[in-house]
């Protein structure tokens, strides 16, 4: 079947927008990742989600960062009033959840604060 | 956030070549995990080692899961033009796939030609 896939690929925003990203997991998987990747460094956790339930959004840097997984499938990672420091790959990965499941990355969202 | 060690930052190499990588970290993981990411793509799994010790190969990759569970290793066997990427090891502090990962900051792979 298909793997994860993000939308858009590419996003260009003034400071002060908001933007909304969008993730279709792998069907059937339960968890649910968002990571955000700086340039030149690896991923960081944001966000998960098992099923609709956010069971941990520790990793989400301030307020103006918000994820939802309504139906326990396809999420949507929100960033309100948008920095140049949010400027990076947002990354998307999906999993069983079970024992030695891996976790699937989709594309990565790329996105461009001016 | 916390990202794990990795050396080298970057490797230039000869087509051919065996290629050596690591990732330490500063507490302990009960899962190591290899990934490779080539440019505007999402990481790709190469190899997951679960237990203290454990080598695992996949093809002419081989991983091992440090007994300390604070580090892990990844060595390429003669280098091919595809291998060219960043490879980031990950951690996870559980085995199960519902839980986050930890990245390294990533090993940055080219070929000379």
């Known amino acids: 079947g298909a793997g994860v896939s993000q939308s858009p690929r590419y996003k260009v925003a003034k400071r002060g927008q908001d933007v909304a990203l969008r993730c279709d997991p792998i069907?059937?998987?339960?968890?649910l990742f968002w990571y955000q990747q700086a340039l030149g460094q690896g991923p960081e956790f944001l966000t998960y989600?098992?099923?609709?339930?956010?069971?941990?959004k520790s990793g989400l840097p301030s307020d103006r960062f918000f994820a939802e997984r309504p139906e326990g499938s396809v999420s949507t990672l929100k960033i309100q009033r948008t920095q140049q420091e949010d400027s990076a790959v947002y990354l998307c990965?999906?999993?069983?959840?079970?024992?030695?499941?891996?976790?699937?990355f989709g594309p990565g969202t790329r996105l461009l604060v001016l | 956030g916390q990202q794990l060690n990795q050396s080298p930052q970057s490797m230039f190499i000869q087509e051919g070549e065996d290629v050596s990588m690591n990732c330490t970290s500063s507490?302990?993981?009960?899962?190591w995990l290899w990934y490779k990411q080539d440019p505007g793509e999402g990481p790709v799994l190469l190899i997951a080692?679960?237990?203290?010790?454990e080598l695992t190969s996949n093809g002419r990759l081989t991983a091992q899961f440090g007994i300390t569970r604070k580090d892990s290793f990844l060595n390429i066997s003669a280098s091919i033009p595809s291998d060219v990427g960043i490879y980031f090891c990950?951690?996870?502090?559980?085995?199960?796939?519902?839980?986050?990962?930890?990245f390294g900051t990533g090993t940055r792979l080219t070929i000379i030609p």
């Open positions: 990965a999906s999993s069983l959840g079970g024992r030695q499941e891996t976790q699937y």
């Open positions: 069907s059937g998987h339960v968890s």
């Open positions: 989600f098992q099923n609709e339930a956010q069971l941990d």
């Open positions: 507490s302990i993981f009960n899962t």
């Open positions: 080692l679960y237990k203290a010790g």
């Open positions: 990950a951690g996870q502090k559980s085995n199960f796939g519902n839980e986050k990962l930890t």
